[in-house]
């Protein structure tokens, strides 16, 4: 099992930048990817990004490719999502997952989730 609580999400304005975390608990994580997914409401979860926990490589989903960046902290157990010239497309509830690939169905373990929310 593996235990994963997102922290960081609110309120900014359009251009801002906030940074999410995601701590994990539980088993060893060496074998996973670490990723990001995002919904908005009304629609479906989808991949923001994506780290293995052993040797830090990243993807990233088109629509944040350059402004996002998602690193890891072993000695921590945590992940980051550095959030950076924000828009309101960005508006969602930020999910930490544990699994692989960009499928949601890939992934097995979820936090609870953090809302962002991007207005002026």
């Known amino acids: 099992q593996v235990q994963l609580v997102e922290s960081g999400g609110g309120l900014v304005q359009p251009g801002g930048s906030l940074r999410l975390s995601c701590a994990a608990s539980g088993r060893t994580l060496d074998t996973y990817y670490l990723g990001w997914f995002r919904q908005a409401p009304g629609k479906e979860r989808d991949f923001v990004g994506t780290?293995?926990?052993?040797?830090?490589?990243?993807v990233y989903a088109d629509s944040v490719k350059g402004r996002f960046t998602i690193s890891r902290d072993n000695a921590k157990n945590t992940m980051y999502l550095q959030m950076n010239s924000l828009k309101p497309e960005d508006t969602a509830v930020y999910y930490c997952?544990?699994?692989?690939?960009?499928?949601?169905?890939?992934?097995?373990?979820w936090g609870q989730g953090t809302q962002v929310t991007v207005s002026s």
């Open positions: 997952a544990a699994g692989a690939g960009s499928n949601p169905g890939g992934y097995d373990y």
């Open positions: 780290v293995t926990w052993s040797g830090g490589g990243t």
